[in-house]
């Protein structure tokens, strides 16, 4: 099996961690333009794009028959294919393509249709993943609930009733988290945490989702939390 790999340097990094090059004969290509699909991509490859979701209209791109992997965390597949105009799209698979939530032993991820079912646990198979399958959501599971609870600590740090230290040190104590919120949030991306968390309330209109006013700040002026 061939996969080409559409992605930044540092998506491409943590794939070819968790998928290494000898990993059952599986070979790869990496790419980092939005713009170029190799011209020798064949029909029969698999396609894990991280960055389809800025560009819906590249899904164009993709033969019907392509299976085709997009980093679902901020878009519904049903919302990517209608927003990009495409009758009969490929066999498109949503994943959790965050940074530090993509190299988990199990792939989160979501179908358009029931029927790309058995090309997932195909590819699973081949490439030696775990996988577990979410509705088709904006937020999937684990990229909706880490984002909320990074959000609820910025309002208790706005509200200076703790530290940064202390409320990670706090949940991991407390809940027995692997990270704390702010760990976490810097791992992820405090621009990607705030991406997901106003795509969510854009879709639910739930108040817990609402981007708290320190994240919204930290993004825009496009800094970590520092401990």
């Not at 703790?162 to 992820?188: H, S, V």
């Not at 739930?206 to 970590?224: M, Q």
Request: a negative charge.
């Amino acid at each position: 099996m061939h996969i080409l790999v559409l992605a930044g340097p540092e998506m491409a990094a943590e794939f070819s961690q968790k998928f290494p090059e000898d990993n059952n004969g599986v070979s790869y290509t990496f790419q980092q333009m939005h713009n170029v699909i190799d011209a020798q991509l064949k029909p029969s490859d698999v396609v894990f794009d991280f960055l389809l979701h800025e560009q819906p209209e590249r899904l164009s791109d993709y033969a019907p028959e392509q299976v085709v992997f997009c980093n679902a965390a901020t878009v519904q597949l049903a919302a990517l294919v209608k927003q990009s105009g495409v009758e009969n799209p490929c066999t498109l698979i949503g994943f959790n393509g965050l940074p530090s939530l993509f190299n988990r032993p199990v792939l989160e991820v979501s179908l358009l249709h029931k029927k790309a079912e058995s090309k997932l646990i195909e590819v699973c198979n081949e490439l030696g993943t775990e996988f577990l399958v979410v509705d088709d959501r904006v937020g999937m599971v684990t990229p909706r609930i880490i984002c909320m609870i990074i959000n609820e600590a910025c309002y208790t740090l706005q509200e200076e009733t703790a530290t940064i230290e202390d409320i990670d040190l706090g949940m991991k104590l407390g809940t027995n988290y692997p990270k704390g919120p702010f760990e976490w949030a810097n791992q992820i991306g405090v621009e990607n945490v705030y991406k997901v968390l106003e795509a969510v309330y854009e879709d639910t209109k739930e108040e817990r989702y609402k981007v708290c006013p320190l994240l919204k700040t930290k993004y825009l002026k496009g800094e970590n939390f520092e401990f």
